[in-house]
């Protein structure tokens, strides 16, 4: 038998927890009631926000360049990346210059999620969701609400990870998403994260 690869190995593999000081992470066993979500704005080579939610214990990841819409005719890209330990749903502050996504991290929003994804009438389990490359759910976080989908792309199959994220149609759609430039955790913007994060540093 074959052991079932650690879900986390990828993402330390990538990482010197020497140098960085992002969680190493642990897998959560606990089946959440409320699983989570967090949009992180990342200022790394370039800006992104990575989109993550619980499913198994670990947070799924994606990176969308063009971070997130209220808007249902808009299609934003979202790249799959690694998965993240849970904790780092708190994780906000430096990685270091040179470091696998060196640049400012800020909570952009969080808070809870849930799957409406249903199939002859029964909810469909969420990695069944993420297997089959069809996620729909809805967001309950400080900007964010109402319902989003992750929908995998057939770009997919050359061995590119690409999806598409949009806002599902709902009473939550086009409006507008208030204070993109504050933390949803510590209310810090980028620059206060940035310089704060300096002088731990030296
Ligand atoms: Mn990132």
């Avoid at 799957?115 to 069944?128: A, Q």
């Avoid at 609400?145 to 997919?156: E, V």
């Amino acid at each position: 038998m074959v052991a079932k690869k650690n879900p986390l190995a990828h993402y330390r593999k990538k990482r010197s927890f020497k140098k960085t000081t992002e969680p190493r992470g642990t897998i959560k066993k606990k089946k959440a009631k409320q699983p989570l979500f967090v949009v992180q704005e990342h200022h790394a080579s370039h800006l992104h926000y990575d989109f993550r939610i619980e499913i198994d214990g670990v947070l799924k990841s994606w990176a969308i360049p063009k971070g997130i819409t209220s808007d249902p005719s808009i299609k934003h890209l979202a790249v799959l990346t690694e998965n993240h330990p849970m904790e780092y749903a708190h994780f906000e502050g430096i990685i270091p210059k040179g470091e696998y996504g060196g640049g400012t991290v800020m909570v952009w929003d969080i808070g809870t999620y849930e799957n409406i994804k249903e199939v002859d009438g029964k909810i469909l389990p969420m990695d069944k969701c993420f297997a089959k490359g069809r996620i729909e759910i809805v967001l309950n976080g400080k900007k964010l609400k109402g319902g989003y989908a992750l929908i995998k792309t057939q770009r997919s199959e050359t061995g590119e990870n690409y999806w598409l994220f949009l806002k599902m149609r709902d009473k939550y759609a086009k409006r507008k998403i208030p204070s993109i430039t504050r933390s949803a955790l510590t209310g810090r913007t980028i620059k206060q994260i940035a310089q704060e994060g300096k002088t731990y540093e030296d």
